[in-house]
Nanobody
Framework: VQIVESGGGLVQPGGTLRLSCTAS????????MGWYREAPGKQREFVTL???????QYKDNVKGRFTVSRDNAKNTIFLQMTNLQVADTAVYYC?????????WGQGTQVTVSS
């Protein structure tokens, strides 16, 4: 399985970024797809996930600011991040599950700084 992420970058506090993650190469069907993040010196943490039928879940402190969406035909998920805060600075990793396991992307850096 191959996972390709894009969309990270540097943004000022209050700014917006959109991440994307495309999965390919599964012998089965991609099910749950989501995002985790890892800030310097901290453990990787859950941010959001979505199922094939679109039921999203969010970490409490991103609710109302982050929105996950999904294109099943393209095996792609998007993470629209608004009102970004310095505390959102981290490497964001896409995680995808299929019938055989779970897989990580290489990560994309999001830096929120003035």
């Amino acid at each position: 399985v191959q996972i390709v992420e894009s969309g990270g970058g540097l943004v000022q506090p209050g700014g917006t970024l959109r991440l994307s993650c495309t999965a390919s190469g599964s012998r089965g069907t991609f099910g749950v797809m989501g995002w985790y993040r890892e800030a310097p010196g901290k453990q990787r943490e859950f941010v959001t996930l979505t199922t094939r039928n679109g039921s999203p879940q969010y970490k409490d402190n991103v609710k109302g600011r982050f929105t996950v969406s999904r294109d099943n035909a393209k095996n792609t998920i998007f993470l629209q991040m608004t009102n970004l805060q310095v505390a959102d600075t981290a490497v964001y990793y896409c995680n995808v599950g299929d019938d055989y396991g779970h897989y990580w992307g290489q990560g994309t850096q999001v830096t929120v700084s003035s």
